[in-house]
């Protein structure tokens, strides 16, 4: 069932080019890297107000970091051993006017060496919404654990024709610490929640378990860990692809993972246990219009009223 | 009436402190990167309706980017030249397995250098919310202009102990592209509204002539002459200090200085010169918490009633 590689290139670009025409989506020039229209945005936050209001009986704390994190922050989260290659690391000049001018010249001949004048800085691009809680979490939890609502720009050094690719995204996150059932707990039940809202609004979603794009000969080993141990499901639905459908939605339980990282406990000291759901904002409005078409004044009355348009 | 050093940087310190102790910023460990509380967020977007609301009657084009912009776009914009020392570039590993693990092995022996082994992408943090638009509007502009509502996290590579100077924070803009009349209009009734807008929050706010952080010595010059134009005006008020007012919102005509680098001309063919109002979110949410305290259920009753609160 495997679909041939340009025919979905193809499928990419033609989804792309409408989006663009639309005014949905504004090119920058680099592939993966968007503005976003009015309307676009008018649908992400119109999306969101359900998120909000199904986590309004759990009173979750918010919180919102912005789109770098500390560099120490950054590498205790291994994601240096499991997917460097989506890493964003952020350097800037700290040389004199001389090294200044040398580095304009550089620049303005067209020299990519330029960069060398630069220094990596004290901060990353967020690769993760959760990464920026954990060291915030660190101590001893209550009996009753945390539950925090969270939203940041995430980074992923991926450049792609896939309109769903894109390399700065946003992720509304619910993230749960406690002890391993709470956080199991959490996982399970907003997975059902989760899909129940997009069925809410006509996307066809299936829930599947998944694995993070894990780095390398080593990263192929995790992979099978993370499938075999159920640690991550995805919502999927079609926006380019029946046979590559997209996952708008990702749910995981991290074990004592971040726990141990970042020395946050439970109220017995345990390691304390974490779980998050996060969905994609961009690739939901996405997923909506391809569903449902460019004009959402013409969406189905059931979709409409969900989301109050 | 200069203040000690010193003592003003206690002033920025016990404020911090306070805003922490209050839960409204998180710190990351490092200087200016910090989590905002969900009472921060809320005071953010009460201010964002009234701007919003503010430039309703003008039908802004909506468009929000993300907060990298791709490297070309940087370079057109002189921002190597003027304020290198600001910028933020996005690298990230694209080796192989062997150079991984020697980069993995660097990085947890603590050793900086880890980062060699990272290349240059083509993006770049945004280092001003109108930054994105103007490759967007490349072009000729019809005979009314554009006027484009922009809101995007801008990078500012400039740790500080200030909590009114983050590394990462949101602008809010309405920028306008036309003639030099257009321009020049929205820029200085821009400024009317919006020093309207602060003082009816009770923000004791002054109008300034002002310039931007140019780099060295060739930036004096750049420094004064921005003045002499008037070209930059700055909205202040004290936050940590009375002698040294925070800017929190900014009104700049940029001459055809960005339609000229991005060609984008009006419809008579010239140059198209372009201005924006920005409003610094975050500097603005810290001057109402400065001025009326951390408990915005206690904010005079004329306040409340603006922010709907």
């Known amino acids: 069932m495997c679909e041939n590689h340009d025919a979905l290139s193809q499928a990419y670009l033609n989804y792309r080019a409408e989006l663009i025409e639309a005014g949905l989506l504004i090119p920058s020039g680099v592939d993966g890297v968007y503005g976003r229209g009015g309307l676009f945005e008018d649908i992400i936050q119109r999306f969101e107000a359900l998120v909000t209001q199904a986590g309004a009986p759990f009173k979750p704390e918010v919180m919102r970091f912005p789109p770098i994190v500390s560099r120490q922050t950054y590498l205790k989260t291994d994601h240096i051993e499991n997917m460097p290659d989506l890493m964003g690391s952020v350097h800037s000049f700290c040389g004199n006017e001389r090294e200044q001018r040398k580095m304009v010249e550089k620049a303005h001949a067209g020299e990519g060496e330029w960069v060398e004048a630069l220094s990596a800085t004290d901060v990353m691009l967020v690769p993760a919404a959760c990464y920026p809680l954990y060291p915030a979490a660190t101590g001893r939890l209550s009996k009753e654990g945390r539950l925090v609502d969270l939203k940041t720009f995430v980074f992923r050094h991926e450049p792609s024709v896939d309109p769903a690719r894109m390399q700065s995204f946003r992720q509304r996150e619910y993230v749960r610490l406690g002890n391993p059932q709470q956080a199991l707990s959490?996982?399970?039940?907003?997975?059902?929640?989760?899909?129940?809202?997009?069925?809410?609004?006509?996307?066809?979603?299936?829930?599947?378990?998944?694995?993070?794009?894990?780095?390398?000969?080593?990263?192929?080993?995790?992979?099978?860990?993370?499938?075999?141990?159920?640690?991550?499901?995805?919502?999927?639905?079609?926006?380019?692809?029946?046979?590559?459908?997209?996952?708008?939605?990702?749910?995981?339980?991290?074990?004592?993972?971040f726990g141990l990282a970042f020395d946050i406990t439970t109220a017995e000291g345990e390691p304390a246990h974490t779980a998050c759901i996060g969905f994609g904002l961009e690739r939901i409005a996405l997923a909506l219009f391809k569903t449902h078409g460019l004009n959402p004044q013409a969406w189905p009355a059931s979709v409409k009223k969900e989301l109050e348009l």
Chains 1, 2 share one sequence.
């Not at 059902?192 to 794009?213: C, F, M, T, W, Y």
């Not at 926006?239 to 996952?247: F, V």
Request: glycine share 4%; hydrophobic share 40%; with cysteine.
């Open 186 to 257: 959490h996982r399970n039940e907003w997975l059902e929640r989760a899909e129940k809202i997009h069925r809410s609004l006509g996307l066809d979603v299936q829930v599947v378990a998944a694995n993070d794009p894990f780095f390398g000969r080593a990263g192929k080993m995790m992979k099978a860990s993370q499938l075999e141990q159920e640690l991550k499901f995805e919502i999927v639905v079609p926006i380019c692809s029946e046979e590559k459908p997209t996952a708008i939605t990702s749910c995981n339980y991290h074990l004592d993972h």
